[in-house]
């Protein structure tokens, strides 16, 4: 098992950039796919980005294709979310997962652990 971590939500105005960090406990980090979703006030969780073991192998929901990237250091049991060009619309709560599937893992019911998330805001 392993236990997920955000961190490096806020505040930030459209336009502007924010990175992302999810610190994952454990030795078998690098035995999991890892995922990015976002949850905003009334609506249903959403996919986001994913990444496979090794951090060759990446997918991107259209609607942040070009703005946001994945990144994983195995060696840091972290992954993280680069995110640029912030819209008010990417306004929710991001959470990371971790999935023992092999590959790039785009469904949530594949994902077995989660983060608590943390709070992205960008104002208009």
């Known amino acids: 098992q392993v236990q997920l971590v955000e961190s490096g939500g806020g505040l930030v105005q459209a336009g502007g950039s924010l990175r992302l960090s999810c610190a994952a406990s454990g030795r078998t980090f690098d035995s999991y796919a890892m995922g990015w979703f976002r949850q905003a006030p009334g609506k249903e969780r959403e996919f986001v980005a994913a990444l496979s073991r090794s951090g060759v192998s990446t997918y991107y929901a259209d609607s942040v294709k070009g703005r946001f990237t994945i990144s994983r250091d195995n060696a840091k049991n972290t992954v993280y979310l680069q995110m640029n060009s912030l819209k008010p619309e990417d306004t929710a709560v991001y959470y990371c997962?971790?999935?023992?599937?092999?590959?790039?893992?785009?469904?949530?019911?594949?994902?077995?652990?989660w983060g608590q998330g943390t709070q992205v805001t960008v104002s208009s």
């Open positions: 997962a971790a999935s023992p599937i092999l590959g790039v893992v785009r469904g949530m019911n594949d994902y077995t652990n």
